[in-house]
Protein backbone atom coordinates (compact mmCIF):
# COMPACT_ATOMS: atom_id res chain seq x y z
CA UNK A 1 0.00 0.00 0.00
CA UNK A 2 1.37 3.55 -0.93
CA UNK A 3 2.32 5.68 1.90
CA UNK A 4 2.87 9.44 1.46
CA UNK A 5 5.22 11.92 3.68
CA UNK A 6 5.00 15.40 3.50
CA UNK A 7 7.81 17.69 4.55
CA UNK A 8 8.68 21.26 4.44
CA UNK A 9 6.17 23.01 6.40
CA UNK A 10 7.09 25.82 8.87
CA UNK A 11 6.33 29.61 9.94
CA UNK A 12 6.70 32.36 8.09
CA UNK A 13 5.73 35.87 7.56
CA UNK A 14 3.10 36.91 4.53
CA UNK A 15 5.03 37.71 1.50
CA UNK A 16 7.23 34.83 2.52
CA UNK A 17 7.46 31.58 0.40
CA UNK A 18 7.89 28.23 1.17
CA UNK A 19 8.55 24.76 -0.82
CA UNK A 20 6.28 21.39 0.01
CA UNK A 21 7.45 17.73 -0.51
CA UNK A 22 5.84 14.53 -0.85
CA UNK A 23 7.76 11.41 -0.98
CA UNK A 24 6.19 7.99 -2.01
CA UNK A 25 6.50 4.66 -1.22
CA UNK A 26 4.96 0.98 -1.80
CA UNK A 27 4.25 3.10 -4.86
CA UNK A 28 1.72 0.85 -7.39
CA UNK A 29 0.86 1.34 -10.88
CA UNK A 30 -2.71 1.78 -9.77
CA UNK A 31 -1.96 4.58 -7.31
CA UNK A 32 -1.19 8.66 -9.32
CA UNK A 33 0.87 11.01 -6.75
CA UNK A 34 -1.45 13.34 -8.14
CA UNK A 35 -2.24 16.31 -5.71
CA UNK A 36 -2.50 18.94 -2.38
CA UNK A 37 -5.25 19.84 -0.26
CA UNK A 38 -5.30 21.76 2.85
CA UNK A 39 -7.42 21.68 6.09
CA UNK A 40 -7.40 24.74 8.50
CA UNK A 41 -8.94 25.45 11.56
CA UNK A 42 -12.75 25.61 11.43
CA UNK A 43 -12.53 25.21 7.93
CA UNK A 44 -13.21 22.09 5.44
CA UNK A 45 -10.99 20.53 2.96
CA UNK A 46 -10.42 22.75 0.23
CA UNK A 47 -8.42 21.27 -3.01
CA UNK A 48 -5.07 23.41 -3.41
CA UNK A 49 -3.32 21.98 -6.19
CA UNK A 50 -3.38 19.06 -9.09
CA UNK A 51 -1.07 17.42 -11.17
CA UNK A 52 -2.05 14.58 -13.92
CA UNK A 53 0.29 12.29 -15.83
CA UNK A 54 0.64 14.38 -18.82
CA UNK A 55 1.38 17.25 -16.85
CA UNK A 56 -1.60 19.26 -16.40
CA UNK A 57 -2.07 21.21 -13.90
CA UNK A 58 -5.10 22.80 -11.84
CA UNK A 59 -5.08 25.43 -8.95
CA UNK A 60 -7.60 26.52 -6.48
CA UNK A 61 -8.62 29.84 -7.84
CA UNK A 62 -7.30 31.06 -3.62
CA UNK A 63 -3.66 29.79 -4.63
CA UNK A 64 -3.22 30.37 -8.62
CA UNK A 65 -0.37 32.28 -9.90
CA UNK A 66 1.23 32.00 -6.48
CA UNK A 67 1.66 28.01 -5.85
CA UNK A 68 3.33 25.95 -8.44
CA UNK A 69 2.93 22.14 -8.24
CA UNK A 70 5.11 19.51 -10.08
CA UNK A 71 6.30 16.17 -9.84
CA UNK A 72 9.37 14.43 -9.98
CA UNK A 73 8.48 10.85 -11.56
CA UNK A 74 11.47 9.15 -11.37
CA UNK A 75 11.61 9.78 -7.39
CA UNK A 76 7.63 9.92 -7.14
CA UNK A 77 8.25 13.08 -5.14
CA UNK A 78 5.75 15.72 -5.02
CA UNK A 79 6.39 19.35 -4.91
CA UNK A 80 4.35 22.24 -3.59
CA UNK A 81 6.10 25.94 -4.54
CA UNK A 82 4.37 28.56 -2.40
CA UNK A 83 5.32 31.82 -3.09
CA UNK A 84 3.58 35.57 -1.86
CA UNK A 85 2.34 33.62 1.34
CA UNK A 86 -0.69 35.39 3.22
CA UNK A 87 -1.67 34.57 6.46
CA UNK A 88 -5.60 33.07 4.88
CA UNK A 89 -2.87 29.98 3.50
CA UNK A 90 -2.32 28.75 7.19
CA UNK A 91 -3.54 24.94 7.25
CA UNK A 92 -2.44 21.36 7.51
CA UNK A 93 -1.01 20.91 4.00
CA UNK A 94 -1.76 16.60 2.61
CA UNK A 95 -0.65 15.21 -0.24
CA UNK A 96 -2.42 12.84 -2.15
CA UNK A 97 -2.54 9.93 -4.51
CA UNK A 98 -5.52 8.77 -6.53
CA UNK A 99 -6.61 4.99 -7.14
CA UNK A 100 -7.22 6.39 -10.97
CA UNK A 101 -5.78 8.66 -13.56
CA UNK A 102 -7.93 11.29 -13.83
CA UNK A 103 -6.77 14.40 -15.24
CA UNK A 104 -5.78 17.12 -12.93
CA UNK A 105 -9.10 19.55 -13.37
CA UNK A 106 -11.31 16.05 -12.14
CA UNK A 107 -8.16 15.98 -9.10
CA UNK A 108 -9.04 19.32 -8.21
CA UNK A 109 -13.02 18.38 -7.88
CA UNK A 110 -12.49 14.85 -6.29
CA UNK A 111 -10.08 15.64 -3.86
CA UNK A 112 -12.19 18.81 -2.98
CA UNK A 113 -15.92 16.73 -2.41
CA UNK A 114 -14.95 12.86 -2.01
CA UNK A 115 -13.79 12.64 1.27
CA UNK A 116 -12.43 8.92 0.28
CA UNK A 117 -10.90 9.58 -2.81
CA UNK A 118 -7.79 7.98 -2.09
CA UNK A 119 -4.60 8.27 0.17
CA UNK A 120 -2.80 10.88 1.56
CA UNK A 121 -0.30 11.28 4.24
CA UNK A 122 -0.12 12.69 7.76
CA UNK A 123 -0.01 16.26 6.36
CA UNK A 124 2.75 19.12 7.42
CA UNK A 125 1.49 22.60 9.23
CA UNK A 126 2.04 25.73 7.44
CA UNK A 127 1.69 28.95 9.28
CA UNK A 128 1.90 32.50 7.88
CA UNK A 129 1.60 35.41 10.05
CA UNK A 130 1.00 39.29 9.17
Known amino acids: QVQLVESGGGSVQAGGSLTLSCSASGYTDSTYLAGWFREAQDKGREAVAA???????AYADSVKDRFTISKDRAKNILYLQMNSLKPEDTAMYYC????????????????????????WGQGTQVTVSS
Open 96 to 119: AATLHDYNAIMTLGIMRDDPNFGV
Open 51 to 57: IDTDGGT
